[in-house]
């Protein structure tokens, strides 16, 4: 859920066209007091898609705005990005929080839908291409947004998370709360996390969203089975079951994994990988079909 280095980065980057990440102070129902930064490139594309940018426990919306080239592909694609950041539980999302694991509940992913909706209505962007992703606790809270706010996200991709609603009941989901059985790799079957999906927004029968779920072998903080879990969960929640395993892909150290045709579901578990964000910008772009 921490990942030290990363908070040596330097202070926000800027593009060479001149944009630059800006806070946004009132962007809507906020109830967790949350923080909003937005990254609008200054050739922003007719209808724009959304992704919204997750960082782990101890970061902030800032410092993961330069934990990935996300921003440069904005330069050269013409989407938005948003990056959420919270100030509560040591910087950490609240993806124990029964508020978060329900539709309409509030939480900090209510605070997060506000930020989508602001974004969608003040730059007229497309309702149809809205994404989530997110390394650690971010990586968490990508899962829950696709299970609380299926509606709202076409597709999410979690770097080393959890399933959706697996620290619920727990008292925190920092690497400091007592209860650390969730990141620990608890296990239970497709049905039963297919089930945690369903029962946040009881009724809702559309369409789901697309998952990529990547994780290191090597990752002791949050561990590997945490992945595997997730992948249980979105193969149920999806109705799609794993076809085949490709080695090398996107680099030697991974394998994909690929469930049905690979358009709903993959995962790439990376050997000698710890607990890194291992974002493949590229592979994460085509997944979201945002670049060819």
Known sequence: MMFKSLFGFAAMAQTAF????????????NPTRIQMYIYVPDRVATNPAIIVALHPCGGTGQQWFSGTRLPSFADQNGFILIYPSTPNQSNCWDVHNPASLTHNGGGDAGGIISMVNYTLDRYNGNREKVYVMGFSSGGMMTNVMAGSYPEVFEAGAAYSGTAHACFAGAGGATPFSPNQTCAQGLQKTPEQWGAFVRNSYPGYNGRRPRMMITHGNADTLVRPQCATEALKQ?????????????????????????????????GFFG??????????????????????
């Open 18 to 29: 001149g944009a630059s990440l800006q806070q946004v102070q009132n962007f809507g129902n």
């Open 271 to 292: 050997n000698g990988v710890g607990h890194a964000p291992s974002v493949d910008e590229q592979t994460l772009l085509r997944f979201f079909g945002l670049i060819a």
């Open 234 to 266: 979105w193969s149920n929640v999806l109705g799609v079951s794993l076809t085949r395993q490709v080695q090398g892909v996107p680099s030697s150290q991974f394998t994909q994994h690929i469930y049905g045709d690979g358009t709903k579901l993959q």
